[in-house]
Structures are given as structure tokens and as C-alpha cells.
């Protein structure tokens, strides 16, 4: 596949490019792969990996010209995860970056609207975490606030 | 919040006989379509259903309506445009919530951040189980609310004004995510 | 007593160059308040039973050789009645408008004295000199704009104007040898047709006619308001009473019939006429900035006047002078109210402004019952000249005029609502504004007066006109008080208001029958969205008829102000050509001597 | 004066208006059971609003934005009422001979203003954005029906209603303007320009629910709301009523004794008639943007009276 | 009292010539001539105003030999105006300069008097020769490279009038043996046809140059940029007033043929439209008024050129226009020197000189051109009427433009100026407004 011979590593999978790279490459790599066609930014998803202490950031692109889908996967340390910003080769990835700090807490250098986001008021743990324990969450907040009983003595 | 004053309190009872009657017979309603319910509200206009029969018709804006339908899950950020929403209709106003996530979260029912019982935040007259409820069950609803109006038991929007604080209350600490004597990360 | 008068307002010109400007406005307000006592003894004259204090009819200055005759006629009496009570009023606006006196008093009156000798002048020579007066003293108000367009524009149109009827005067003085206004009956043919049309296109300047407005959106959008509400309320009706008083007081319409015996060139002013009041009228749809559109709407309702003067019946002249008695006072008022949210805002553009109807709830009401007068609402007066002046058009059968008339009444009621809307309703934008000054409010509600009085009573307006008419040979319309009735139909304003009082009665129990509460601003309905306001151009006022500008606007796009700003710039081209001559090299210069030599000696000795 | 005439006179109007605003509530009920057979569905009572009407009257709260939004409640309601007294309706004069075409004309604008002017006082953006839409679509329809207008007037050579609906009753339905091929013309431009007065498909754009929120009357609600759908009732009277006055000679078809009952029962008809007529174009057309509506008033209802207009008053010079 | 208009012009000779005795009195001196030339301006217009015509003939030679004067009631008043503007200008600019200055400045002084006051063509050309020389030294004087191409300018097209003049002199001389204007027009009838054209022809040219008509005014807006503000606003009050005069006087008197009046009323209404027209567009407001100036002076002219049919009209409306010309052009010309008009002084000056221009009443100006307009619709002459109409509109065009763009509050101008140009401004409202004037007006100006 032309991706993985422009980085000169990686593997296909699923009809698809997979290429794991080092934080200090990523920059390079979504470069080059921009200068040869690949000029569609897809999305930005990332993945938890509780075990392995791993945040996975997987930058999605596309190429019009051979047709072919290419990810390019970074893998970080899950203590105070950050990483720079890539929104000055695809000006979208800004507000892919908005989303995923604001749901993993992963900064962002460079990136200077990191605000909150979808979530309004929020000033708990990133929600999307996997150690978020939404299940006690929703007991301490939702399942605390009382019903309003109506007072059946008084009357309305 | 807070834009909302309370009405004076209004006995049920000074409400004259014929204004029951008209109102139970021409319900405007707004239906807040956020949910999967949205999708059920066409064929109950359109010509299978007809719901303008019983004298309902669709409106634009909340000054106009008498009933609010909430037509499924509410995220706490639409909540709050709800219940803002709530307070610019007119009274009586009346308040039919759809489908089981209004009930108790519903398959949202872990979700940190969906509302799990709306009865907690604004009064609701009528709830429709299902997942979604199908057109009849939103017509029998409806016909279930003209009977309680009749009877004189639709009484959420005078509740809403009784216990004010207390759903104020509870719409603050659900807007702020506030959790009672913890303030511990998660 | 009427020199005194005179003299009076010039030494009072030159004292308020030199104080204050407060003292200058009480000066100017308390000296201009002279000849309205003067108007007051005059109506004796012409059937009302008034006061008399002893003031001469007619005099004669005389001064070396050349004699200025003044003196009253019931024409000019009736003009002085809408143009001269605007400007003490308008003194006692600026009482609080303007910072310090830096030279709008003094031109301000000598507009106003010029104004005055316009209306008395029996004389072509005297006409024409306050006419100049009046134009240079308007032209140094203007001047204080510091506005290129309007600065220029204007007084080149002033002088355009002036040489217009200097012509004209000229021609008539030379087929005539006199003077005297009172003798021109006698010309005839291509002179008297060349002079009154000439008059006419010069009057029709300062009446901002539609051809020959294009100085008027400048000079009212840049200058200041208390002028600007003279200069549309008042200076604009001295055009019309030009042309009234040429074309049917000394029988100009009678001249051109009879150089022109097929062709009714009156039918051509109504038609310009017309064209102007539905083309400013659609102009003034489309404006942002304030003072634009009421200058558009000013030159659109003055359009009116011109129609009814072309039609040319009874019928038709009662109703155009109507409609410049309702325009002079509720276009005042209107520019005066547009002053004062700018006094207090500082802002001019529609789509900045909002919401002060609560805050300047008096300033809104005066400009709010002015609109009603403009926009010609049933019982209002507005709404009886504009009657009378469709009537003439249908009796007429002008089909091509009454179309226009009506689709520009429509289009009023366009940027009337623009003005409401964006200016005193909608979002409430200054918080914190108050209500404009005293004085200024005075000044408004007093000039309304006038309007109040004429709601129910359009027949008292019709007496008012009777003895101008009358002098002219133009038959006054029957009415009684308050009912006009015309061949075609009649209109009875006191039917009107007593059913609309009466039909208030159910609406008065239903909005009484339950009770309503006011709630604050910020609770509207926005899809549950918070009401904020941080960005001017989600305001609902800005860039307000869009859908129509995008279909209107192409057609009006080169208007009149462009074929001018062409004609400009082509002289400004011959200008350039032209000082190409000039070449800089003293051989050509030196060429130029000698051929200039050889055909002068040429022409003399072979000619 | 005549205290027992001006009673009578007080009576009749009082009569006229209170019939005026039953059969508009009772038309708009008729008129939503229209619609809804032709949607293939089975439609609210007939006498749905007029318990719409009481319910919204009825209403406990009733939200104001200040003085000058209740001006749409009083003037909505009194002027549209004064403009109704102002039509002859079916033959029976009544204020008719004090005022003219141009008079309702102009008394049409009283209670859109006095709308505009609440709607305005609401301060809600929807609201500005409906009344601009109003006030163009006036704009728009007025050319039209002003031209159709100004040919009838030069052809009967006035101005007064009264005197229109009397020439066009002089020989019955065969003296109607409609008639006449020229007023054919005309009349079809005017019903186009009644569609955009009555303000239903496919010139429904000031209200136009799904966009704006019903524009103008996004903040009415209760009494407010009720006195509007008075007003609509009413308007709906006196549009059509102006029409049948204009072209169908009032409804006038028999002169005599007890003519006014006939006369009355053919203008309800008659009007009865125009209104399905436009109930049945609302039904079967979407709804035009602002702009498309206004070219097709100015362009081609406009040429199509002006039409009219010039082969009436080549008929008249003659 | 005996009048000795003489004086007028051996005074300030006199003094010119002691100036460079004296070079520290120079400003003194000069401005004690100026003065006693204003004072004896003053009391000789006077006596004319009660006397009538005056003829004086110097050294004791009876005309057609001798120096001859001859003063008539328009030619006092041109002289009053030039000695009275000349001494307000001279106490405004002259302490700027050195002695040399003011030497010059006499001596245009006294040519442009003698211009105005003599009887004898001959002498007639002496002092145009005088003003002529002085005025290049004057415009020179800046010194920067402008004023020395100005100069230039000037000075050959003034070097090609005086040959003209002079040719035109020795034709007439040759066949009439005679210079006095008053003989040659009492024998101009004796005259060979052709040479009595061409002497014409010849004359208009010369004069033509110095009276700035087109196409003869090509040094016009190079002199006027050049020379610093005070020599322009001289140049404007004194030369060319004195010129076009000349020209009214030898077309008037000597020259009264239908002929002459028809070519000076086309040249008169060309250069009236070129020069307006020119001054349009123009960005420099020395070269803008310099322009007007071309355009005033084909008014001038138009109205001496009708004064063939009506005297009367014509003359008023000449010395009106000269007289609103002269006092606002010069105050105008001074005013450019402040790059805005800050003040009062300035701005009113500004104003009132661009309304007088215009013809606006009851200023000097409207006068002008109300009686020219009298004057013209006796003849019918509409074209010209509407041409002047253009040229007064193109007028309002530029000088709005002008008082628009020097707007301001920036004001570099002394107090000795601002006196000169409100003084100077003032005369244009005076005789717009005293009584005076009409009286004047409705007096015979010529010969009586």
C-alpha cells in the first residue's frame, strides 16, 4: 500500500493501513502522507488502554487519489498523557482535539481552545475513562436528588 | 436560571367548568423533539392517525402551546432549554413525557450524563411506557390527559409552582453536577 | 413694523456670532417668535377674527435706485403658517442639543429672515436676493457637516437652482420691463414657456423633486438636526410655494397651455412627481443609517406635493397643500426625535439601535404619532391629504400616477415600521439611556400640536387654504368640520374615530377581562436558548428587508445620484483635457500668442 | 337628531359585527376541516375554534411585554372590526357611504400595524424577521390589487364602495364587474392578492411556523393569542367581503322588501365560495420564499392587472 | 482744490527711486507713499464723484505731444481700489521682505495707476512695461524653483506682448501721427481699414497677455503657483485689473466698432468657460484660484463687451465684478498661504470670498452678475447667458471642493494678515451692502 511505503512501516489490515508510529514521528509522518494525496483529515479517535497505562490516538486520513484509507496510531503514557497539536496541518483536527481532552483529559500543546466543549458546568474526571465509574456516578448525583412528593395534608 | 416568578396561586377550583371544557377540547401542544419519539409525532398528525380530530394542532413556540411533549431522553444540557421552555408556557400548562428514558433513564440508564426520572425537574401529567411508544399510545395519552384535566387531576403546573424551591433545588444540583458532601474526583 | 422686524432678525444674527450658546437660543427662539404675531394680525385680512397689532400689509424698501416690495399675500400667508412656528420651536430643541455656539445660530437666522422675505416678496428682484440668502445661509449650515458630498453637492445644486430662476426671472423681467411679480400675466409663447419652466426646475431643487434630489440623502444624513428638520420641514416648502405661485397665482400653467396647446406639461410634473415619491419611498425601504431614510422618505412624501400640483384640480391643489402643511410639521418632529436618540445614543445607524421605546417612552410617542401622520393612518391628517390627492388622481383618471401613489403609501408604512422597529422596539440595547431633555421634548409635542388639531378637523384645514385658493381662482372643496366630500366619495374622520373608539369596547373587555403580567425582556422565546446579544448582526434590525433588497435594489441601483456623479466626473474629464492647453512649455504659450494674433487681425480684416 | 335612528344604526353595526366574527371563527373551523379531507384525514369539529378561541381567553397567565404589546390586542381586534363596519356586506350599506375603497385600504393597515407594533415590543428576533415578512408580502400584493382597484374605480368613475356595489346591482348577477372581460382579469389578479391578504398557502411566509416560530405572534400567547385569532376571523370577513363588494357586485341580487335576507344569504355564499377557493390553493401549494412571492405579485399579477387596468380605461375614453 | 492725478504715479516713482538710497526706511518709505497715494486716491475719487472728468497734461505739452492723463469716474475708482488693496496687502507681506521688495512693489504700483489713469497709448505702454518688469522681479523673488519658472514664463510672454503693444502703437502712430486716445478716436475713421485692424488686433494681443485673457494666459497659473501669496494676491488686485481696463479702454474709446465688441465678447465667454473649467479639477489651490482668476477676468471682459448696447448695465456690472474679484481673489490668495482655515478670521474670509466669487447677494459678486445678466437678455444673448450659468455652477463645483478641503483648525497666518484679508474681504460686503454702491451704481461711470 502507498502509505506504508511512504513511512516504510506499518501493515494492512482490513483493507486498510495501519501504522503505528512514536509521538516525536507524528508530526512527519501526517506530512508526508498530506504532500502525497492523503489530503482528507478523517477524524482523530482515541482509545483507553486501562492496562497498559497506554492512551491510543489514532488519526484517521484519506486519500481521493489512491482510494485508501490510512491510520496512523500513537501511543502515550496514560500519567499527564499529552501531546502536540496537529492543528496547524489539518485546521478540523482543532475540534477533534476540543472533544478528546474534554472526554480523556489528554492536553494538547499547541492548541489554545482547549474549553469546555459538549459538556456544560462539568468539573468531575474526563467521563470517557475507563476508570470513570459512571455506574456510581449516576447512583451519587442522579440517584441522590430526592422526588418532589406532593404533601397530601395541604392539598394544592 | 431563575427567570421564572411564580404565578399567584390559583385554586383549581376558580377555574370555571366551561374553560375545563374548552381547554381539555383544543390541546396546543409543543413537542420538544430531542428523542426518538420525534419520529412517532408525524403519522399522529398526518392523515393515518389525525390527531387535529381531537382538537390538536402543533405549535411553534411555547407561549402559544398547553402541553410540552418531551418525546425521549434528555441530556442535562437539553434539560436545561426544557425547562426554560417550561416556564414560558402559559398556564395550565401540562407536560407528556415519552418512553422509558424519560421514566427512568432507559437504556441510558448509566449514562453519567442523562437525566434518569424528568418528574425530579418539571412536573409531568402523563408518562407513555414503551421504547418508543407507537402512535396509539401517544393518542391514548393524550386522551388520558383530557380525562385527568376533566377530573381535575392534571395538576403538574400548579405543583411546579407549590414546590418551586424544591425543583429549583433539584435543577441546580443536576445542572452543576453537584453530588451531596463529596467533591472527589472520579 | 415689518422693517423692525426684519432688523430685529438680522441684528440678532449678528449679536448671537458673539455669546453663548444658550443665550443665542433664547435670543434666536424669543426673536423668531415676531412674525408669527405678524401672521396672527395678518388672518384678519383674510376672514378669521384675531388680534391686530397694528402691522402694515404691504411696504416698500427702498433703497438708491432699487425698490424691494414687500408684502403679504394670502398665499404666502397660509406657507408662512407651516414654515415659520418650525423655528422657534427648533430654537428651543437646540437649547440643549448643541455643546457650544460655533456658528448655527447666526445662519440660522438669516435662513430663517430670508425665509420670511421669500414668502413676502412681491418683486422679482427681492424673491430672488432672500432666495440667495436662503441658499448661501442654508449653504454655511450645511457646511458645518464637514461632509464632502454634502458640502459640495449642495451648493452646487443651490447654485444650479438660483441660476434656474434668475433665468427665468430674467426672461419674464425682460418681456415684461417690470419687476413686479403682479405683472407677468402678460407674457406669452416661447419666453413665458422657456421662463416657467425654468422656475420650475429651479424651485424643484429645493423641493427635492426626483431628478434633482440627489443633494438631499448628503446633506440630510450629515448635517445637523435641528437644521435638517428646518430644512425638510420648512426650506423644502419654499420650492413648492415657488411653484405654486408661479404656475397658478400668476397663471403659469396658462402660459405653457398656451405656447403648448396639446400637451399637458403639468401631467409630466405629477408624473415626476409620482416617480419620485414611489422611487424614494422604495430608496428609503433600504436604508440603514436613520437620517438617510428620512431623507429618502421626505423626498418620497414631497414627491406628493408635486403630484398634486401637476394634476392640477381643485381637488388635487387642495390635497398637495394639505400634505405639505402635515409634512412640514410630522417630518420635523420626526427629525427631531431622530436627534435626540442620537443626542442620547450617539448612534445613527438603525441596526445599532434598539429598544428605547421604554427608556424614551415621550421621544417614541412624538415620533410615533408623527409616523401615524406619515404613514397617513385613518383620522390622522396625514391620512385626509393623501385622500384627496388619490381622489384627484382617480377623477382624473391618471392611471399611471395613481397606481404609483398608493404602492408609495404602501411602501411608508415599510420604513415607517423600520424606524419603530429597529429605533424604539425590539432588543433593549442602552440598558441605561434617559429621556431626552426637556426642552427637547417640548419642542416635539408642541410642533405636534398642529397635527392633534387637524385629526378629526380636516375641514378646519381646508379654511385655513380657502383665501390662498380662492386668490388663485382655485374653487375650495365642500366639507364640513370634520367630512370632505368630493364627486367621487366622501370621507368623514369623525365617523371613523367615534366606531373606532366604539370597536375599542370588546377589545378593552378582553384585554381587561383577565389579567396579564409583564414579564422581563430576556424571558423570550428562543428555543430555550438564552437571550444574549454580543453580535450586532443577529440583531433582527440589521440589513432589515433583505429578501426585498436583493429583488428592488438592481432596479434602483444607478439612480439619479449616479447619473449626476457621472456628469461630475465627465466635466471633471473635459477639466483635465482641458488644462492639457496649459502645457507647461512657454514655446506653446508663445505659439498661442501668435495664432491668437493672426486670428483676431483675421476675423477683423477679412470678416 | 334622530336618537331612535342612531339606536338602530348602533344595533345594526353592533349586529354586523358580532355576525362578522362568527362566521369568520366558524369559516377558519370549515375551512381546517377542508384541509384535512383533503389530507385524507378527519379533521377537528367544525366549531373547533371557537373553542380555541375560549380556551386561549380563558388562559390563566397571560405574558406581556409592556404597554405597547398590549397595543396589538386593542388595535388588532378594534380596527379590523371598524374596517368590517366600513364594507357594505351584502347590499346593507352600513358606514359605507362615509368613507371609501381607499379609506378600508388604509383601515386594513390599523390592525397590521398595531400587530407589528406589539410583535416589535416582544423584542424576539422571529418576531422582527415575521413582521418584515408581513410587511413585504403588503408590499407585494398590494401592486396587484391596488391596479385591479383603480380600473374599477375609473370604470364606475368613483371611489365609494357603496356606489360600486349599487351600479353592480342595478341589473343583478348580469351588471357584476365579473362579468365584464376585462374585470375578469382583474378579479383573478385581485383573488391571487386575496390569497396573500388572508395570508394562507402558498403566502403564508410571515407566519411560517417551521422557520420562524410563527413570526409576529411568537410571543402571544393566552388573551393575546385569542384576540389574534379574533382578528383573523374577522380579516377573513372583511377581505373577502371587500372582493365580493369589488367584483361580485356585494352579493346584491334581488331588490325589494325582504331582498336583504336573499342578499345577505348570497354574500355568505359568495364569500363562503371565495374562501374555499383559497382553502383549496392553500392546501394543494407549498409555500414560496419572500422573494419568489413578491416577483410573482410584481411581475406577472401586476402585468395581468395592469392589463385590465389599460383595456378598462381604453373602454372608458371611448 | 486743484486734483493732480499725476501724483498717484510720481509718488510711488519717486519713492522707488530713494528706496535704494534709504535701504533701512525701505518698508517705511513705501508704505508712506502707499499711503499717501491711498489718502490721495481717496480724495481724488471724491472730487470726481462732485466734479466730473478730469484732463491733465503734464510738462506743459498740450495732447497729442505730452504726457496726458485722463481720469473718468471708473478709471478713479480702479485707481482708489488699486492704491487702497496695495497698501492693505503691502503692511501685511512687505516687513517679510527686504528693501528691494518694496521698491518693486512701488513700482508695479505706480505702472498699474498709471495704466489705469493715462490718456496716452504710448505711456500706456511705458507703464505696462514698468508693471511688467517689476512684476517678473516680484514673482522671481521666492527665489525656489517655481517662482523662477513662473518668472520665466511671464517674462516672455510679456516680452512678446510689449512688441505687440508697440507694433500696435507704431501703426496707429504712422498713419494718425498722433498717441492720445482721444485724438486717435477723433480721427480713427481716417484710418486705412486694414491697418486700423491690425493695430487692433495687435493691441488686444499685448494688453491680452497682461489681462490674462485666453489663449494669452499661459504664464497665468505657473506666475500665480510661483509667486508667494502676497505678490498673487497683488497680481490679481493690481496688473491685471489694470490690463483689462486697458483693454475696455482702448476697445471702448478708440475702437467702438461692432466688430471689436463681438471678438471681445467670444474671447471673453471662451476664456470665462477655460478657465473655470480648468480650474476644476485642479488639486493646488494657488493654481485652482489662478484658473478662477482666468475665468473672473472673462467676465470682466464679457461685461465690457456688451457694454456696445447698454452702457449703463455693463459698466456697473464691470466694476462690480472687478471690485469682487479684486477684494476676494487677493484675500483668497493670501488665505493660501495657511494650509487650513483655522479661526474665524480665516474661515469667514474663506467663505465669504468663495460666496462673492459665486455671485452670491448681497454680496459684491451678485451684483456683478446681476446687471451682466441685465445687460446680456437686452441682447438676447442666451448662450452666453447660459454659459456664464455653467461656468457658475462649475464654480460652486470647485470651490466647494476647495472650502471643503481646507477645512481646519491649522492656521499659520499672522495677525498683520488676517487684518489684510478680513479688510480686504470686508470691501466685497460693504459695496454688497451700502448704500453706496447702488448710488454708484446708478451714476454715469464713464466719461460724463
Known sequence: ?156 | MGLYIGDKMMKYEEWSKLAIKVSKASLWMLHFCTGCGAIEMPPVMTSRYDMERFGIAPMATPRQADVLLITGYLTVKTLRRVIQVYEQMQSPKYVIAFGSCTINGGMYWDSYNTIKHLEKYIPVDVYITGCMPRPEGIINAFIKLMELIDEGKARGWEKYQKYYDKYKENQRRVFNFEIEGENEEY | ?607 | ?318 | MVVHPVLLIAIPLIAAFIIPLAKKYGFAIAAGAMAFNMGYAIGMFSYIYSHGKIYEMIAGFKPPVGIFLAVDALSAMLALLINLFAFINFIAIGKEWNYKFSMLYLLAIAGSTGIVLTGDIFNMFIFFEITAVASYALIAGKKDEKAIEGAIKYMVLGSIASIFILMGIALIYSQLKTLNIYDIAARISSMDEKIKWASFALLLTGIGVEAEIFPLNGWVPAAYQGASSGVASLLSFGPSKAAIYAIARIMMVIFPFHATYEIALYVGVVTLVIGELAAFMQEDVKRMLAYSSIGQMGLILIAFSLASQNIQNALIAAFFLIISHASAKSSLFLLSRSPSMGGAACKYTGIVGVLSIIGMPPLAGFWGKWYLMLAAINEKLWLVIMLVFFAGIVEAGYFARYLHKSMGNESKLNLRYKVAMVVMVSFTILLGLLPIAYKMASLPLWGW
Open chain 1, 1 to 156: 500500500m502507498k502509505s506504508i511505503e511512504l513511512i516504510g512501516k506499518g501493515k494492512e489490515m482490513h483493507g486498510r493501513a495501519y501504522i503505528e508510529v512514536m509521538p516525536d514521528e507524528l508530526e512527519n509522518a501526517i506530512k508526508k502522507l498530506k504532500e502525497n494525496g492523503f489530503n482528507h483529515f478523517v477524524m482523530l479517535s482515541c482509545i483507553d488502554w486501562l492496562e497498559e497505562e497506554k492512551f491510543e490516538l489514532v488519526y484517521h486520513l484519506w486519500s481521493y487519489e489512491v482510494k485508501e484509507h490510512v491510520m496512523l496510531s500513537v501511543r502515550m503514557n496514560r500519567n499527564n498523557a499529552s501531546m502536540p497539536s496537529m492543528s496547524h496541518l489539518f485546521p478540523q483536527i482543532e475540534t477533534y482535539e476540543r472533544e478528546i481532552h474534554e472526554m480523556y483529559g489528554i492536553e494538547f500543546d499547541g492548541n489554545n481552545r482547549l474549553t469546555p466543549f459538549l459538556l456544560e458546568n462539568w468539573h468531575h474526571a474526563p467521563p470517557m475513562r475507563k476508570d470513570f465509574d459512571s455506574e456510581k456516578f449516576v447512583g451519587k448525583l442522579y440517584e441522590s436528588i430526592p422526588f418532589i412528593e406532593e404533601d397530601e395534608n395541604e392539598g394544592i
Open chain 4, 1 to 318: 337628531m334622530d336618537v331612535m335612528g342612531i339606536a338602530i344604526k348602533v344595533a345594526l353595526l353592533t349586529a354586523y359585527a358580532v355576525i362578522g366574527t362568527c362566521v369568520g371563527l366558524l369559516f377558519m373551523g370549515i375551512g381546517r376541516k377542508i384541509i384535512a379531507r383533503v389530507h385524507n384525514r378527519v379533521g377537528p369539529p367544525f366549531y373547533q375554534n371557537f373553542i380555541d378561541v375560549a380556551k386561549l381567553l380563558s388562559k390563566k397567565t397571560n405574558i406581556s411585554h409592556g404597554w405597547i404589546f398590549d397595543l396589538a390586542l386593542l388595535f388588532s381586534i378594534s380596527g379590523i372590526l371598524l374596517t368590517l363596519l366600513f364594507l357594505p356586506i351584502g347590499g346593507v350599506q352600513l358606514l359605507s357611504m362615509e368613507g371609501d375603497a381607499f379609506l378600508v385600504l388604509y383601515l386594513l393597515a390599523i390592525p397590521a400595524l398595531g400587530f407589528a407594533l406589539g410583535a416589535g415590543a416582544s423584542g424576539n428576533p422571529n418576531a422582527g424577521v415575521g413582521v418584515m415578512r408581513a410587511l413585504v408580502m403588503m408590499l407585494s400584493y398590494e401592486l396587484p390589487f391596488i391596479i385591479t382597484l383603480i380600473a374599477l374605480m375609473i370604470y364606475y368613475d368613483t371611489t365609494s364602495l357603496a356606489t360600486i356595489v349599487r351600479m353592480q346591482s342595478i341589473n343583478g348577477v348580469k351588471s357584476w364587474a365579473i362579468t365584464m372581460p376585462p374585470f375578469m382579469l382583474a378579479a383573478f389578479a385581485a383573488d391571487m392578492a386575496l390569497q396573500g391578504m388572508l395570508m394562507e398557502q402558498p403566502f403564508d411566509i410571515p407566519v411560517a411556523p417551521h422557520e420562524i416560530a410563527s413570526g409576529p405572534m411568537v410571543e402571544f400567547g393566552g388573551k393575546y393569542l385569542g384576540s389574534l385569532m379574533l382578528y383573523k376571523a374577522i380579516a377573513l370577513v372583511a377581505e373577502t367581503t371587500l372582493f365580493v363588494d369589488l367584483f361580485l357586485g356585494g352579493g346584491v341580487v334581488a331588490h325589494g322588501n325582504f331582498a336583504f335576507v336573499i342578499n345577505f344569504i348570497v354574500w355568505l355564499a359568495l364569500i363562503f365560495l371565495l374562501f374555499i377557493l383559497s382553502i383549496l390553493i392553500a392546501a394543494s401549494f407549498p409555500r414560496f420564499r419572500i422573494e419568489q412571492a413578491f416577483g410573482f405579485y410584481w411581475k406577472y399579477e401586476a402585468i395581468i392587472a395592469a392589463i385590465s387596468l389599460i383595456w378598462v380605461y381604453i373602454l372608458v375614453i371611448k
Open chain 3, 1 to 607: 413694523m415689518l422693517d423692525i422686524i426684519f432688523a430685529e432678525l438680522i441684528i440678532a444674527a449678528i449679536i448671537t456670532f458673539f455669546v453663548g450658546k444658550k443665550i443665542a437660543s433664547i435670543i434666536a427662539g424669543f426673536i423668531s417668535i415676531l412674525p408669527l404675531f405678524a401672521l396672527i394680525d395678518w388672518a384678519n385680512n383674510f376672514g378669521f377674527k384675531t388680534i391686530s397689532f397694528g402691522i402694515e400689509r404691504q411696504m416698500n424698501i427702498s433703497v438708491a435706485g432699487i425698490t424691494l416690495h414687500l408684502g403679504i399675500t394670502p398665499l404666502s400667508w397660509f406657507f408662512a403658517l407651516m414654515i415659520l412656528p418650525l423655528f422657534p420651536l427648533i430654537m428651543l430643541y437646540s437649547y440643549s442639543f448643541f455643546k457650544e455656539n460655533d456658528g448655527f445660530y447666526p445662519f440660522m437666522l438669516f435662513a430663517f429672515a430670508s425665509t420670511f422675505g421669500i414668502l413676502l416678496s412681491k418683486d422679482m428682484l427681492s424673491l430672488f436676493l432672500f432666495w440667495e440668502i436662503m441658499s448661501w445661509s442654508s449653504f454655511l449650515l450645511v457646511y458645518r457637516s464637514r461632509d464632502k458630498e454634502a458640502i459640495i453637492s449642495y451648493l452646487i445644486f443651490s447654485v444650479f437652482s438660483a441660476f434656474a430662476i434668475l433665468f427665468g426671472l430674467m426672461i419674464l423681467w425682460h418681456e415684461n420691463f417690470s419687476l413686479l411679480l403682479s405683472d407677468i400675466g402678460r407674457i406669452n409663447g416661447i419666453y413665458g414657456f422657456i421662463a416657467i419652466a425654468s422656475l420650475i426646475i429651479g424651485f424643484s431643487v429645493k423641493s427635492v423633486l426626483m431628478p434633482l434630489h440627489a443633494w438631499a440623502p448628503f446633506v440630510y444624513s450629515k448635517s445637523d438636526e435641528p437644521f435638517v428638520a428646518f430644512l425638510s420641514g420648512g426650506l423644502s416648502k419654499l420650492g413648492y410655494y415657488g411653484m405654486f405661485l408661479f404656475l397658478f397665482t400668476l397663471n403659469g400653467v396658462k402660459i405653457l397651455q398656451n405656447y403648448t396647446p396639446n400637451v399637458a406639461w403639468n401631467y409630466l410634473l405629477a408624473v415626476v412627481g409620482s416617480l419620485s415619491a414611489f422611487v424614494a419611498t422604495m430608496l428609503a425601504i433600504m436604508q440603514d443609517d436613520l437620517r438617510k431614510l428620512l431623507a429618502y422618505s421626505s423626498i418620497g412624501q414631497l414627491g406628493y406635493i408635486a403630484i398634486g400640483f401637476g394634476i392640477g384640480t381643485p381637488l388635487a391643489i387642495t390635497g398637495a397643500l394639505f400634505q405639505a402643511f402635515n409634512h412640514a410639521f410630522f417630518k420635523a418632529v420626526l427629525f427631531l426625535a431622530a436627534g435626540a436618540v442620537a443626542y442620547r445614543t450617539g448612534k445613527w445607524k438603525i441596526s445599532e439601535l434598539g429598544g428605547l421605546a421604554y427608556r424614551m417612552p415621550l421621544t417614541f410617542l412624538a415620533a410615533l404619532f408623527a409616523i401615524f401622520a406619515l404613514a397617513a393612518i385613518p383620522i390622522t391628517s396625514g391620512f385626509a391629504a393623501k385622500w384627496l390627492l388619490y381622489e384627484a388622481a382617480i377623477q382624473q383618471k391618471y392611471v399611471f400616477i395613481a397606481p404609483l401613489m398608493l404602492i408609495a403609501g404602501v411602501g411608508a408604512f415599510l420604513y415607517s415600521f423600520r424606524i419603530l422597529y429597529g429605533v424604539f422596539l425590539g432588543e433593549n440595547r442602552y440598558p441605561d439611556v434617559k429621556e431626552a431633555p426637556k426642552s427637547m421634548i417640548a419642542a416635539m409635542f408642541i410642533l405636534m400640536l398642529p397635527l392633534i388639531i387637524f385629526v378629526v378637523f380636516p375641514g378646519y384645514m381646508l379654511d385655513l387654504m380657502k383665501p390662498a385658493l380662492s386668490n388663485s381662482g382655485i374653487e375650495s372643496i365642500a366639507h364640513t368640520k370634520f367630512a370632505i366630500e368630493t364627486s367621487l366619495a366622501k370621507y368623514n374622520s369623525m365617523a371613523v374615530l367615534i366606531t373606532l373608539i366604539a370597536a375599542m369596547v370588546p377589545a378593552f373587555i378582553i384585554y381587561k377581562a383577565r389579567k396579564h403580567r409583564i414579564t422581563s425582556f430576556e424571558d423570550n422565546y428562543l428555543a430555550g436558548e438564552p437571550y444574549e446579544f454580543h453580535n450586532p448582526s443577529m440583531h433582527a434590525a440589521h440589513n432589515f428587508y433583505k429578501p426585498l433588497k436583493g429583488v428592488v435594489l438592481p432596479y434602483f441601483e444607478p439612480g439619479a445620484t449616479y447619473y449626476f456623479e457621472k456628469i461630475y466626473k465627465g466635466i471633471g474629464i473635459l477639466s483635465n483635457g482641458i488644462r492639457r492647453i496649459y502645457t507647461g512649455f512657454v514655446q506653446d504659450y508663445a505659439i498661442y500668442v501668435v495664432i491668437f494674433l493672426l486670428a483676431v487681425m483675421g476675423w477683423l480684416i477679412w470678416m
